[in-house]
C-alpha cells in the first residue's frame, strides 16, 4: 500500500499551481492512509492543511544551483517516499535532477502549455496533465485529470448583493487585481453597455487604480460608479455568483482558470480568453477572441441576451458535477498512483 507521498512545488506564484496541489494534499491526507508531505518555500506553509507534513526549502534559488538540487536529494532520501510528485516546470527539472540520488516513483504535472517538452517528460514513471490543450503539442501519454473543486457553504456573512433578476443584469470577475488580469478592459466593456451592472470580486495593487479608473469614466459615463461595485473576500465567490448572470475571465491565463470551474459547478454562465485552457471547456461563442474592450462588450452582450444561454451551458453544468470536483481529481490522481504501486486503494 502507498504509505508515504510527498508534492513538490518550486514556483514563486499564489495562483491556480499552488492552489491545486494544497487542494490535492489535503484530499490525500483525509482520504487516505498515507503519510502526505509538501516540500516548497516557507511562503506556502499557511495554505496547507494541518494534516500535511510541511518540509521548507528555499525553491526560490536556480533550479541548476548544486545546493538546491542537494539538499532536494538529501529530503527526499530522508522521507522515503513511495511517490514524490512534481507541479509545473521547475519541479519537473529538479525531479529529472535528483532521479540519480534517489529510488522513488516519481510522477509530474503539466499545468500549462510552456512546461518542459516531451524529451524530459518521458524521464518519469507517470504523467499529468490538467486538459489536452496543455498537452496537445505532445507525442506522450498522459493521464488528463482535470482541476477539481471543492464547494463549501461558507459560515460568514457578507453585505447585500444586486439582484439580478428585478434589476439591471450583474456580471462579475473575480480575480487577484493585478494588471496582467485585464479588469481595466472589462470595466471599459461594462462602460459600453448601460444596463448592465459588474461586480469586481478580489484584492491586489491595481485596486485604487481600477477604482479611480471607474472614478475618471464617470465624467463621460453616466452612472457607470453605480454600476460598478468593488468587494473583497475571495473565499464567498459562491456567495458573489449566486447574484450574477454571467461570469467574465478576460485575463489570458497559462492554465485553467478555477474561477471558470466554480462558475460551472455554481451552474453559472462563462465567458472566458481563449489563450488558456478554457477552449477545453468553453463553446467557441463563450471564447472571448482578445481584450479590446468592444469587442467583450459584445460577446458579453450577446451572452446576455440568448435567451437559450442557460441551456447551453446545461451540458457543461452536469460535467463539472461529474468531473471537475476536488474527490473526482483527486481519485483520478490516485488511480495514477496504482498504476505505480497497484495494492494502493483510496478510502471511500
Given amino acids: 500500500m502507498i504509505q508515504t507521498i510527498c508534492h513538490l512545488i518550486a514556483s514563486r506564484e499564489h495562483g491556480g499551481l499552488e492552489k491545486h496541489v494544497a487542494d490535492l494534499a489535503g ?3 483525509r482520504h487516505t492512509d498515507a503519510q502526505v508531505s509538501v516540500i516548497a518555500h516557507p511562503r506556502y506553509l499557511p495554505t496547507l492543511d494541518e494534516r500535511i507534513q510541511f518540509i521548507p526549502l528555499n525553491t526560490d534559488r536556480s533550479r541548476h544551483h548544486p545546493n538546491l538540487v542537494w539538499r532536494l536529494a538529501n529530503l527526499i ?70 482541476n ?34 485585464c479588469i481595466d478592459a472589462l470595466i471599459e466593456a461594462i462602460s459600453l453597455l448601460p444596463d448592465v451592472r459588474l461586480m469586481v470580486l478580489g484584492d ?10 471607474v472614478k475618471r469614466l464617470s465624467d463621460k459615463v453616466w452612472g457607470i460608479e453605480t454600476r460598478v461595485e468593488f468587494f473583497s473576500g475571495n473565499s464567498a465567490i459562491g456567495h458573489f455568483m449566486q447574484a450574477a448572470n454571467l461570469v467574465v475571465i478576460p485575463a489570458e491565463v ?51 441576451k440568448n435567451t437559450q444561454l442557460l441551456s447551453d451551458f446545461e451540458p457543461l453544468f452536469q460535467q463539472a ?17 496504482t498504476q505505480l504501486i497497484p495494492e494502493a486503494v483510496a478510502s471511500q
Avoid at 321 to 337: I, K
Wanted: glycine letters at 4%.
Fill in 27 to 29: 484530499w490525500q491526507a
Fill in 77 to 146: 532520501r530522508k522521507g522515503e517516499y513511495q511517490i514524490v510528485h512534481g507541479h509545473g516546470s521547475k519541479s519537473a527539472q529538479l525531479l529529472a535532477a535528483v532521479q540519480p540520488f534517489t529510488e522513488t516513483h516519481q510522477v509530474i504535472t503539466r499545468h500549462n502549455v510552456r512546461h518542459p517538452r516531451d524529451k524530459l517528460a518521458s524521464a518519469f514513471d507517470a504523467r499529468i496533465a490538467i486538459s489536452e490543450n496543455t498537452v496537445a503539442n505532445s507525442k506522450l501519454a498522459w493521464n488528463v485529470i482535470p
Fill in 204 to 213: 491586489g495593487p491595481e485596486k485604487e487604480s481600477l477604482q479611480q479608473h
Fill in 321 to 337: 458535477a461529474e468531473s471537475f470536483t476536488l474527490d473526482a481529481m483527486g481519485r483520478a490522481t490516485w488511480d495514477v498512483y
Fill in 148 to 181: 477539481g473543486v471543492e464547494i463549501q457553504a461558507s459560515s460568514q456573512k457578507y453585505g447585500p448583493l444586486p439582484d439580478p433578476l428585478n434589476d439591471k443584469p450583474t456580471v462579475l470577475v473575480a480575480s487577484r487585481l493585478i494588471k496582467a488580469r
Fill in 254 to 304: 497559462e492554465g485553467t482558470p478555477y474561477t471558470l470551474i466554480e462558475s460551472l459547478l455554481h451552474r453559472r454562465p462563462v465567458l472566458a480568453n481563449r489563450a488558456g485552457n478554457a477552449i477545453d471547456y468553453l463553446p467557441a461563442e463563450y471564447l472571448l477572441d482578445n481584450v479590446q474592450a468592444q469587442h467583450i462588450a459584445e460577446k458579453i452582450d450577446c451572452a446576455l
